[in-house]
């Protein structure tokens, strides 16, 4: 059981670029998002999404887009990287009140480092 | 606009002593509160959490207070273990937010547990 799994766990970028992260979960949570930490910020959502089809801003979505084309998948999307966005980032799940789920208990994966020159 | 407030960056104690994190927040709707441990190279795992509606809940050699006057929790760990190590990130939640958990984390309080 691979849980939340995050491809790639590195990348580098240069100024414009664009790339796409994907997160890939095999517990079949409705819930999905996407996080991004920074030293002395903790842990910031960018976009989340409820279900497959859906997708929603979280606090930080400026520069960054996302679709959930199937319920395992969730993408998030750099269309012009900027070094603002070097980062690590994290997906997570979970599966929500009604599926039996804890308030607030996310599964993340192991994070993707991207730099930006 | 800090929401969720982690005031120590770092906190070093003994084996076998207790380690005591805390954590502060401002917005009133929250109602639901969390602390994730973090190992370096590894995303988050839940650890504890605490509704409003109580003040205190503990899991083995976890606790986690809560003051709503206060507006402060905290988590104490006894004893602690080097294998407690980590990074530790306090999180809460608004119940209106009923679709999914949209958590807001503060910025993380690493402990170092000495042999």
């Known amino acids: 059981n691979a849980g939340v799994t995050q491809t790639p766990k590195f990348r580098v970028l240069k100024t414009g670029q664009s790339m796409t992260l994907l997160c890939a979960q095999d517990?079949?949570?409705?819930?999905m998002y996407w996080y991004r930490q920074d030293p002395g910020m903790g842990l910031r959502l960018i976009h989340y999404?409820?279900?497959?089809?859906?997708?929603a801003k979280g606090e930080v979505p400026d520069g960054y887009n996302v679709s959930r084309l199937k319920k395992q998948n969730f993408l998030l999307g750099l269309e012009s990287a900027a070094p603002s966005q070097t980062s690590v980032y994290f997906c997570?799940?979970?599966?929500?009140?009604?599926?039996?789920?804890?308030?607030?208990?996310?599964?993340f994966g192991e994070g993707s480092r991207l730099t930006v020159l | 606009d800090q929401q969720v407030k982690q005031n120590s960056p770092s906190l070093s104690v003994q084996e076998g002593r207790i380690s005591i994190l805390n954590c502060d927040y401002t917005?009133?709707?929250?109602?639901?509160f969390l602390w994730y441990k973090k190992y370096p190279a590894e995303g988050p795992t839940f650890l504890i959490s605490?509704?409003?509606?109580?003040d205190k809940n503990e899991d083995g050699r976890f606790t986690v207070f809560l003051n709503k006057s206060a507006k402060h929790l905290s988590l104490h760990i006894v004893p602690s273990q080097p294998g407690d190590s980590a990074v530790y990130f306090c999180?809460?939640?608004?119940?209106?937010?009923?679709?999914?958990?949209?958590?807001?984390f503060g910025e993380g309080t690493q402990l170092t547990v000495n042999p």
């Open positions: 997570a799940s979970n599966r929500g009140l009604l599926a039996g789920g804890l308030i607030g208990e996310l599964f």
């Open positions: 517990m079949n949570h409705e819930y």
């Open positions: 999404s409820v279900g497959e089809g859906t997708t």
């Open positions: 917005n009133s709707m929250f109602d639901y």
């Open positions: 605490i509704s409003s509606i109580k």
């Open positions: 999180a809460a939640s608004a119940s209106e937010e009923t679709s999914g958990s949209r958590l807001t």
